[in-house]
DNA sequence: AAAATGATGCAAGTGAGTTGCAAAGTTTAT
DNA sequence: ATAAACTTTGCAACTCACTTGCATCATTTT
C-alpha cells in the first residue's frame, strides 16, 4: 500500500517524505473531496502551511484536482487513474446544502459543450448543489 | 427605463432607494458578471457594506445569481426574464483566462444530469475557463 | 407628530488562503 | 565522511474578500 502511494509520488517527480504519504493516504481514504481543514483536523502535529504547500505540490502533478463548491473552503480530491484534469475526462462535482459534503460525481463525464465561436476550454468547474442520496 | 427598473425592484417586494436603482441599472449595462469591487469602483462614493448588501437583496429575490468562477471574486449577473435561477433554466459560465472576465453563456442550456438515486438538484454553479473569443 | 420600520455608512471583525524566514532534514559533490 | 547546496517544514504574520454591529438617517405607518 505505502509502496504504492510512495511510487505515485516519485513518478511526479515528488519526494515521498513522510508528511506527504500521510496526506496522500488520507486523501486515498476519502470518498468525498476534502477541505485544507479537514486534513488539517485529521493531523494535529501538522502545521497549516505545510499542508497547504503538500496539496499545492499534488496539485501541480495532477494527483488531485480542486473544487469551488461555493462553501468558501477549496476542497481537494484524488484524480482517478488516467484524470488528466483536463476537458476530456472531466466530471460533475455534487455539493450536499444538507451535510455539506462534496462528492466526485466521478461516472457521470461532462459532455461536450458547444462553446462560442473562437472560445476554448482548458479547466471547468462544475458543482451541482442540493441533497445527497444519504441526507434525502 | 428607470420606471422599467423601479418595477423590477417592487415587484420583488425591494424598496426601490437610489443606490439600489443605481447598481440594477449597472447591473443591466454589463454583458459580464462583476463583482463587488468592481461596483465598488464604479460608485466611489458608495459605501462596501452598503453595496454588499443590495446585492444580497437582489440575490434573495432572484433577480441576479452569483458565480463563483474560481478567481476569489464573487461575480454577480442579471437573471434573464424568465430565469428563476432554478436548475430548469441553468447556463455555464465561461471564464476566461487571459482578460480574466467572466459571461453567462446564456445561450447554452445545462443538459439535465443523471444524478445518482436520491440525489436532488438544487442550484448548480458552472464555470468552463479558457480563453474567450476576444482574446483568442 | 410620534413611533416603527428599513436603509445606509463607518469601523471593526472573521477566516481562508498565502508568504517570509529560519530551523531541520536531505542530497550531492568533494 | 564532511561540507556545501538544496528542499521541506513550522511558526508567525499578513492579505484580502467578505461579513457584522451599531449608530444615524430616511421613509412609512399609526
Known sequence: MNKKLEHKLKDNSIK????????LKFLT???KAVSLQDI??????ADKSTLFRTLKTFENSKIIHSIEDGTGHL???LCLE???CSPIDLHYHFHCNMCKETFCLTELNVPTIELPKNFEMQQ????IK???GTCK
Request: proline share 3%.
Open 16 to 23: 515521498p517524505t513522510a508528511m506527504r504519504l500521510l496526506v
Open 29 to 31: 481514504e476519502q470518498n
Open 40 to 45: 488539517e483536523l485529521a493531523f494535529e502535529r
Open 75 to 77: 476542497k481537494y480530491a
Open 82 to 84: 488516467g484524470c488528466s
Open 124 to 127: 471547468a468547474n462544475m458543482v
Open 130 to 132: 442540493g441533497i445527497c
